[in-house]
T-cell receptor
Framework: AQSVSQHNHHVILSEAASLELGCNYSYGGTVNLFWYVQYPGQHLQLLLK??????LVKGIKGFEAEFIKSKFSFNLRKPSVQWSDTAEYFC??????????FGAGTILRVKS | NAGVTQTPKFQVLKTGQSMTLQCAQDMNHEYMSWYRQDPGMGLRLIHYSVGAGITDQGEVPNGYNVSRSTTEDFPLRLLSAAPSQTSVYFC??????????????FGQGTRLTVV
C-alpha cells in the first residue's frame, strides 16, 4: 500500500516569505497526487491535483506543485505567503479504486 | 449547491453509547468514504463504498459500521463508543471514474468526543 510522508509538521513564516512543503510517496507507477488545505474550523478543500502531463501544476490562490517522478515527490510551493494562508496542508495519493492515502499534514502559520 | 453534508457538527458521547454520523451528498457520486482525522496522523480511511449496496473496510474499521442503501447517503455507526474514537470525522464523495475529474469533496466534519 502507498504511504505519504510530509517532512515538516509545523512551519512558521512571515508574510511575503516563500513556501515549500515537501511530500514524498512510497512507490511509483501511474500516480494521482493531490494537495488539500484545511483552514481553521473548515473542511478540506482541493488546492491542486496531478494526473498526467506537465509536471508543474498550478492550483488556486497562487499555489503550485511539481511532480518529480524520479524522486517520488510532489512538493507544494508558493512564492509569497499571506496571513490568510495559515492552515493545515495535506498531501494525498490516490490508491487503487478511489481511496486517498494522506500524509500527516503540515500546519503552516503565517505571521503578519 | 449543498455538496457533502454531515450531521451533527459536534457530539459528546459516554463510553459504551452508540450513535450514527450522517453523511449525504447531492452530486450523484458513486464513491463515498469516511475518514477520521487525528493530530499528527493525517486522515485515515475507515470505510468506503463504491456504490449502493457495496461497502468495504479501510485502514481503521474496527468499532465502526456502515451501510449504503442509497447513492446519496452513507451513515457511519459507532457501535459502542470508546475514548479512542474521539476524533474529527470527515465524509467524502467522488465520481468513481479515475480520470482528471475525479476529485474528492469533503463534508464539514463531525467533532466527536467520547468521555
Amino acid at each position: 500500500a502507498q504511504s505519504v510522508s510530509q517532512h515538516n509538521h509545523h512551519v512558521i513564516l512571515s508574510e511575503a516569505a516563500s513556501l515549500e512543503l515537501g511530500c514524498n510517496y512510497s512507490y511509483g507507477g501511474t500516480v494521482n497526487l493531490f494537495w488539500y488545505v484545511q483552514y481553521p474550523g473548515q473542511h478540506l478543500q482541493l488546492l491542486l491535483k496531478y494526473f498526467s502531463g506537465d509536471p508543474l501544476v498550478k492550483g488556486i490562490k497562487g499555489f503550485e506543485a511539481e511532480f518529480i517522478k524520479s524522486k517520488f515527490s510532489f512538493n507544494l510551493r508558493k512564492p509569497s505567503v499571506q496571513w490568510s494562508d495559515t492552515a493545515e496542508y495535506f498531501c494525498a495519493v490516490r490508491e487503487y479504486g478511489n481511496k486517498l492515502v494522506f500524509g500527516a499534514g503540515t500546519i503552516l502559520r503565517v505571521k503578519s | 449547491n449543498a455538496g457533502v453534508t454531515q450531521t451533527p457538527k459536534f457530539q459528546v458521547l459516554k463510553t459504551g453509547q452508540s450513535m450514527t454520523l450522517q453523511c449525504a451528498q447531492d452530486m450523484n457520486h458513486e464513491y463515498m468514504s469516511w475518514y477520521r482525522q487525528d493530530p499528527g496522523m493525517g486522515l485515515r480511511l475507515i470505510h468506503y463504498s463504491v456504490g449502493a449496496g457495496i461497502t468495504d473496510q479501510g485502514e481503521v474499521p474496527n468499532g465502526y459500521n456502515v451501510s449504503r442503501s442509497t447513492t446519496e447517503d452513507f451513515p457511519l455507526r459507532l457501535l459502542s463508543a470508546a475514548p479512542s474514537q474521539t476524533s474529527v470525522y470527515f465524509c467524502a464523495s467522488s465520481l468513481r471514474d479515475r480520470g482528471p475529474g475525479t476529485e474528492a469533496f469533503f463534508g464539514q466534519g463531525t467533532r466527536l468526543t467520547v468521555v
